[in-house]
């Protein structure tokens, strides 16, 4: 398959539009939001391209790339939301809206399978076996080539996937229970925030 990346720095350029449902990932240099932090965001509009985003860590002033965050009318499809929403809220300084979640359709969906990771649901929905490797890899310098694939591939599947859960959550009727989990997401990213890690309703 042939992706069109394509690297920006700082932010999206101006003449740049999405239509109504776009895929974004995040890179960041570790996972301990209160030590790491953002260095890459990711968007695929679905049609086997890749725009990544290399933030400027001085300031992440990327005034176009927020825009589109906010904008309701663009539905985000994001796998594991949670982090990068968190990472997204503390550095750009943005809620994101309109977000929906491939893990949280996953865990909702398939109730036949423990195995909820972006490269599982790759492997069943798109018939792909990717590799992880680089998943542990520098994002912070200088890119290769193969990590800028390897950002690429975590979001040119997601339409794919997204749709094919959404049809599972439909059929077994547990999309109304997705929609209304997904309501929760920016709630339990403050709370993240705020050092809530357990499950507040526990006894």
């Not at 927020?66 to 809620?95: G, Q, S």
């Not at 890899?137 to 800028?148: A, I, M, N, R, Y």
């Amino acid at each position: 398959m042939n992706i069109d990346i394509k690297l920006h720095k700082k932010d999206l350029p101006d003449e740049i539009r999405f239509s109504d449902k776009i895929a974004i990932d995040c890179e960041f240099t570790g996972l301990n939001i209160e030590r790491d932090r953002l260095c890459l965001i990711q968007i695929s509009s679905g049609h086997n391209d890749a725009h990544i985003i290399q933030l400027d860590r001085n300031n992440y002033e990327a005034t176009n790339l927020k825009k589109i965050l906010v904008d309701k009318t663009i539905n985000k499809l994001f796998h594991f939301a949670r982090a990068d929403l968190l990472f997204i809220k503390k550095f750009l300084k943005v809620e994101v809206e309109n977000v929906n979640c491939t893990k949280l359709m996953s865990k909702i969906a398939r109730g036949y399978s423990d195995k909820h990771g972006l490269k599982d649901l790759i492997k069943e929905f798109v018939g792909v076996d990717i590799s992880k490797q680089l998943q542990t890899s520098d994002f912070g310098g200088e890119l290769t080539d193969k990590q800028l694939k390897y950002c690429a591939q975590d979001v040119i599947y997601l339409h794919k996937i997204y749709e094919s859960l959404r049809n599972i959550l439909t059929r077994e009727k547990r999309i109304n229970l997705y929609e209304k989990t997904i309501k929760f997401i920016n709630t339990r990213v403050e709370l993240d925030l705020a050092s809530f890690k357990e499950d507040v309703w526990s006894h």
